[in-house]
């Protein structure tokens, strides 16, 4: 669809996140460091780097371990390694994508001779490439090795290790907010997206003022559920009864959340079809599941959704079970998930 279409890089126009006149830059609809595609020209250069960048940083920082796990294709820099602990040992690895397994840190045993020359190094080495380095590196230092002198290398394997996620905090979730707006605002008429309708929203997104407009939400989002693959989507729903606007929003299909981006809208917003959803791996657009229907919901069900705990813990879970398809090494991980902020 053209609507879709990535736009040119800038363009001059009116900022939908300040609301003034100025020259607008490129800005991913959901961040490309978690294999966001969709482009559009609609923040200025202050609302995007100084607001845009410091809230995105904080949501890909904390799902990086995911993107990483699924070696998303980023258009700037690379995944990175996380750490996990192996749990019978205490000791740290750092996992890279496609399941490059490293201990964080090598374990290095020196042993001398009444001379000071020494005799035996014992490497404990996750890799063969990370063995040679060390023995070079003990070579270039130590230029009379015994002659006696041996080495030993013992292989950890991976084992089963845990790690701990932390996922949410306010500009966590104004970055979630801001890619559900940016969606409305790319595929809804200017003049009412930057009507007073959505002022709180833009507040609560671009200065960070007002109350929390965005909550996780497992109980009405059931209809952007795939099993299979771990999916971006956001889904923009507009109530004419009780003239609300409300975004579903998932990410890697493991996240998902509402967003009250206008509690009354005076306009009657022709809406229903705004989707859009990616296969963060691939990169392609994934239709919604078809004849989906986003449910209507109040205001307080989108900012305080009633869902127990059990429910939250086992949705988020499936997703991980999920995510084992991609990551033999995941797979041996037990997963900790704290309680997400708010």
Known sequence: MSELSNEISTRVGCCFGC??????????IIPQAIGGRLKAALLCEHCNSTTGRQIDAVLTDQLRPIATIL?????????????????????????????????????????????????????TASSEK????????????????????????????LGLVERVDTVG??????????SSYLLLALRTPAEQVLSEAFDPIRGYIFEDSGKRMVSFNYVHTRFMIDRRRLLHGIAVHFDSKKRNVVAYVQLFGMFRFSVLLAKTCPWEIAISDLTYCLDPVTGQEV???????????????????????????????????????????????????????T
């Open 19 to 28: 609301k003034k006149e100025a020259l607008l830059t490129l800005e991913h």
């Open 71 to 123: 070696n998303v294709r980023r258009e700037r820099g690379e995944n990175q390694p996380f750490r996990v602990t192996q749990v019978e040992t205490g000791v740290e690895f750092d996992i890279g994508p496609q399941d490059d397994v490293r201990r964080a840190c090598p374990e290095v045993r020196k042993e001398f001779d009444h001379n000071g020359r020494i005799t035996l190094v014992d490497v």
């Open 130 to 157: 990370e063995l040679k380095k060390i023995l070079r590196g003990f070579e270039q230092e130590y230029s009379d090795l015994a002659p006696e002198f041996e080495t030993s290398v013992n292989r950890t394997l």
């Open 169 to 178: 905090g306010r500009l966590f979730m104004r970055s979630v907010a801001k």
């Open 287 to 341: 239709p919604l599941k078809p004849g989906f229907l986003a449910p209507d919901i109040t205001a307080e069900e989108a900012l305080s959704p009633i869902q127990f705990t059990e429910l939250v813990d086992s949705e988020v879970e499936k997703g991980y079970r999920t995510l084992g398809n991609y990551s033999n090494a995941i797979k041996q991980t037990i997963v900790e998930s704290l309680p997400p902020e």
